[in-house]
T-cell receptor
């Protein structure tokens, strides 16, 4: 069974500081990995995805993530935080059966950005 | 390109009632998945529909059921509502032809069971 662990439920950074949100996964097969962002009272927006091409994946809003197979990690980073980045961030893993691609999510991390 | 839409946005029901939630998939997408997101938690997979048939189910009881229509839109039905069914229900669509791994989410329906 697949699983995702997001360490820490809350991360607080100052505006302009580095953002690092951690995600570790467990999967019996090479996974697809995703980061989604959820703003208050909204659905999930896809930030970026890893599908076995480049291990460093660039997404929207300046975010990127690096797939490290040896560490079973897919941490999300952004060099300089903006106030608008304050939201809930979810890491998710999907199996590779394309017609039945259920997502397994972590519990999420709340990112706060201090002025 | 039209994104995933869901209706209604909010709903209040009482315990024991039945509810139907609706979802229209993104243009060109033929697969719809439903997720339940309890407060403070990540979304949990309920089931997926492809070609109008259930194509995978999570750990949810049979009182959670669904339909997919020829235009790929979908319904989620929940019978005999319980207090713990209060949650945000998210619909996501994807394209099986394009690999199906990337799911795009709608804004959700927030259900409150009293």
């Amino acid at each position: 069974a697949q699983s995702v662990t997001q360490l820490g439920s809350h991360v607080s950074v100052s505006e302009g500081a580095l953002v690092l949100l951690r995600c570790n996964y467990s999967s019996s097969v090479p996974p697809y990995l995703f980061w989604y962002v959820q703003y208050p009272n909204q659905g999930l927006q896809l930030l970026l995805k890893y599908t076995s091409a480049a291990t460093l994946v660039k997404g929207i809003n300046g975010f990127e993530a690096e797939f490290k197979k040896s560490e079973t990690s897919f941490h999300l980073t952004k060099p300089s935080a903006h106030m608008s980045d304050a939201a809930e961030y979810f890491c998710a893993v999907s199996d590779r059966d394309g017609a039945n691609s259920k997502l397994t999510f972590g519990k999420g991390i709340t990112l706060s950005v201090r002025p | 390109e039209t994104g995933v839409t869901q209706s209604p946005t909010h709903l209040i029901k009482t315990r024991g009632q039945q509810v139907t939630l609706r979802c229209s998939s993104q243009s060109g997408h033929n697969t719809v998945s439903w997720y339940q997101q309890a407060l403070g938690q990540g979304p949990q997979f309920i089931f997926q529909y492809y070609r109008e048939e259930e194509n995978g189910r999570g750990n949810f009881p049979p009182r959670f059921s669904g339909l997919q229509f020829p235009n790929y839109s979908s319904e989620l039905n929940v019978n005999a509502l319980e207090l713990d069914d209060s949650a945000l229900y998210l619909c996501a669509s994807s394209s099986a032809q394009a690999g199906g791994e990337t799911q795009y989410f709608g804004p959700g329906t927030r259900l409150l069971v009293l």
